[in-house]
């Protein structure tokens, strides 16, 4: 007797009922005059005298179990029903409003797209870093500016530790761990120790390219940086190099696009030269490739950099940097449009 009722209560958590009819049902099956329970009880009375008082409980247990899942059932039924009623196709949906990506986010997404194209992959890593990533394997000399408190954001009494200044710590890693050919750009924040003004933010992000392999030239570098201008910019952007020093690159160089704003005709933005300066660039030092474990006699290589604010100010004319990190929603309202 006992084993049968435990069976009924096994059975119980199979059970389900999607409308009324199917729960009326259960409950006759377990609870009405000819259902299981008060058959049980029938039965009860044969039982033996010193055992009635455990099947008894059984029993009981049994009846609190049938009725605690019929008012379950009853619930979810009910819950079912309702949801029905209320179910009105023709309503207006609930105006859900949605957000826009930050102008930066934009941008960022538009440089990795046209590099993604030509081959480049994505790297990451930390913005805490060492000073061998950030300084010494990038071939910074032990006085170098950069490594003044001015500039750099240090860890307190623990010198070695800084906060990025810029990407290329990234393409030190790359380099320490990858065998060439090395194509990698390299998107993150950095920071600089610089006061918050229209034109110049302690934070800001950066997007690096390496480019690692036998037989690199200084022509590639520039079909690379031509091709980007023009997918950033327009079809009919011009770019120049002008020589310039970075400890990482040798021989270095600045870019600059036509203003694509006057069209290279000279206006306030590009102070009349018709000329907008966009990013750095250069073939990478021979002695940076040593000191991430490349050999330069059989690899060479070009690096680019580029600040993503400087080219997202260029194309949505954006004129303070501090609009960037505001959150201000007037402003970021702005580029609903231009997902
Ligand atoms: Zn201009």
Redesign the pocket.
């Known amino acids: 007797m006992l084993e049968k009722i435990q069976e009924v209560l096994n059975s119980l958590s199979d059970l389900k009922a999607s409308n009324a009819q199917e729960l009326e049902a259960i409950r006759i099956k377990y609870l009405s005059k000819k259902g299981i329970i008060n058959d049980l009880m029938s039965e009860f009375r044969n039982v033996a005298a010193d055992q009635k008082r455990e099947v008894g409980m059984k029993i009981n247990e049994l009846k609190t179990a049938v009725q605690d899942k019929i008012n379950g059932l009853k619930q979810s039924v009910s819950t079912q029903e309702a949801d029905q009623s209320d179910l009105d196709l023709t309503r207006t949906p609930y105006p859900i409003r949605l957000g826009t990506r930050h102008p930066i986010s934009l941008v960022r997404n538009e440089i990795i797209d046209i590099f993604s194209r030509l081959g480049f992959s994505i790297a990451d890593g930390p913005e805490v870093e060492d000073d061998w990533h950030v300084f010494s394997s990038l071939n910074f000399a032990p006085d170098h500016p950069a490594r003044d408190m001015q500039d750099t954001f240090f860890v307190e009494q623990q010198p070695d530790i800084v906060l990025r200044t810029h990407t290329s710590s990234v393409q030190s890693r790359v380099m320490e761990t990858t065998e060439p050919p090395i194509r990698v750009i390299c998107p993150g924040r950095v920071y600089r120790n610089e006061a918050i003004s229209a034109r110049a933010h302690c934070f800001f992000h950066q997007i690096e390219g390496l480019y690692i392999d036998k037989d690199v030239s200084f022509t590639d570098l520039k079909q690379v940086l031509l091709t980007f201008a023009r997918e950033m910019f327009g079809a009919d952007t011009k770019i120049r190099l002008r020589p310039s020093y970075f400890p990482f690159t040798e021989p270095s160089a600045e870019m600059d696009i036509s ?18 300066e966009i990013l750095g660039c250069g073939m990478v030092d021979p002695n940076v490739l040593e000191a991430n474990g490349i050999d330069s006699n059989v690899y060479k290589g070009y690096a680019f950099g580029l600040g993503v604010e400087r080219i997202t100010n260029l194309k949505y004319q954006v004129s303070d940097l501090r609009l960037f990190s505001e959150n201000d929603v007037r402003f970021l309202d702005e580029f609903t449009a231009a997902h």
């Open positions: 203003c694509n704003i006057c069209g290279g005709t000279g206006c306030g933005f590009c102070k009349h030269t018709g000329w907008v």
